[in-house]
């Protein structure tokens, strides 16, 4: 049974993901002359998992090892 959904963020500081581009921003099938900003991920089992600012913490936290529910200094 699903008890309750998680949202895992790609850990880019610990993965060093510093590759930037840029791109055109296309607008209703139109390029425009607007830039943005493109950071390419790279690989990496680490993700993020912020289970004090969600609702069913109490779920999640029963799940994670020992390890992981200690506070950190």
Do not use: G
């Not at 610990?14 to 296309?26: E, G, P």
């Amino acid at each position: 049974d699903i008890v309750c959904a998680v949202n895992l963020q790609h850990n880019c500081l610990d993965a060093k993901c510093t590759n930037l581009s840029t791109k055109h921003v296309w607008q209703e099938r139109i390029q425009t002359d607007q830039m943005k900003s493109i950071l390419e991920h790279q690989p990496s089992l680490h993700y993020l998992l912020n289970t004090f600012s969600i609702h069913n913490y109490q779920h999640i936290h029963s799940f994670l090892p020992e390890l992981l529910c200690e506070m950190p200094l």
